[in-house]
C-alpha cells in the first residue's frame, strides 16, 4: 500500500521518540511529533487516525488534528495570510496553512483575497499539497433560490464579463460587470439579489437602486454590439426573441433602446440594431 499526503490513514504506533513518535502502515513509517498528538501520551500497538501532509522541510509528517478538508474533497476554508511572493495562505485545519499559489491567483494585487475572506477549494498534489479555486460547472447547478431575493455569497472567480458568486450553501450566481457596483476580490463576501433563472443558472446583481437599471440594460447591450456586431433584435422584437439574447423583460429592453437612441449610440436598420459609427 502506497500512502498518499492528503488522506487520512488508521495507522500503528510503533515506538517513541525523544521528539514523537513512529507510526506504522504497510511497509511505511512516518513521524508524529509530540505537538502534532494532540498532547495525547501514545503507548506501542496503540492505533491512531493520523492524516499525512509535508512538514516545513518537505518531508512527510503525520498529524492528529483532524483536516477540514482532504485529497478528492471540497471545502470552503479562510484566508490567513497573503504573500505577495507566493500568493495566499489558508487555514486547512491542521498547524500547516495550505497554498493558493500566484499562479492561480489575479494579475492584479488588489483583486487578490485578504485574511478572513472565505474560498471554496480542493486539494492537488503536485509535489506538495497545494489548494486549486474550485470552477463553476454545469453539473455544480443547484437550485432552490427565489427570485427577488437578497442572499450573502462569495466571489469565487472573475471573469472579463463579470464574477462568479458562490454561497455557502453551494448555488451558483453569475453577476454581470454592468451590475457590480465596485471593484471585487476574490474571497469577498457581497449580499447579491437573485433576478433571472435560465438554464446556464442564477443571474443577480450587486446594484442598490433600482432606477440604474436602465443604464444597467443600456450597458449590457452595447457590450453585446461591441463584441459581436449587429444585433437582431428591435423595440418590436417579442419578449421571448428578446430572452434568447438578453435576461431583460421587453420592457427594460426597450427602454434601454430608447437610452441608447436618444444619446444616437444607435440607429435602427431592417430589423437589426447597429452601432452609431464616429
Known sequence: MTLSVGAIYQMTVIRKTDIG??????????????????????????????????????????????????????????VTDVVPSLGVFL????????????????????????????????????????AKLVHRSSQDQKEG?????????????LGTEGVNLLTEEGHWIFVHKSMIKHELRLGEKVNVKVTY??????TGSLMEQKETARFSDAEIIMDYIDHQGDLPLTADSTPEEIQNYFEMSRKAFKRALGLLYRERKIIFEDGTTKKVKP
Open 21 to 78: 513518535y513512529m507510526l506504522h502502515l504497510g511497509q511505511d513509517e512516518v513521524f508524529l511529533h509530540f505537538n502534532e498528538s494532540l498532547h495525547q501520551e501514545l503507548n506501542a500497538g496503540d492505533l491512531v487516525e493520523a492524516f499525512l501532509y509535508f512538514d516545513n522541510k518537505g518531508r512527510i509528517a503525520a498529524t492528529l488534528r483532524k483536516p477540514l478538508i482532504t485529497l478528492g474533497e471540497k471545502a470552503w476554508l479562510e
Open 91 to 130: 487555514d486547512m485545519g491542521i498547524q500547516k496553512g495550505v497554498l493558493l499559489s500566484i499562479d492561480d491567483l489575479p494579475s492584479n494585487p488588489l483583486a487578490w483575497p485578504r485574511p478572513g475572506d472565505q474560498l471554496f477549494i480542493s486539494l492537488k498534489l503536485k509535489g506538495k499539497l497545494v
Open 197 to 202: 433563472l435560465s438554464e446556464k443558472g442564477y
Open 145 to 157: 433560490l427565489e427570485l427577488k431575493q437578497s442572499i450573502d455569497a462569495y466571489v469565487q472567480t
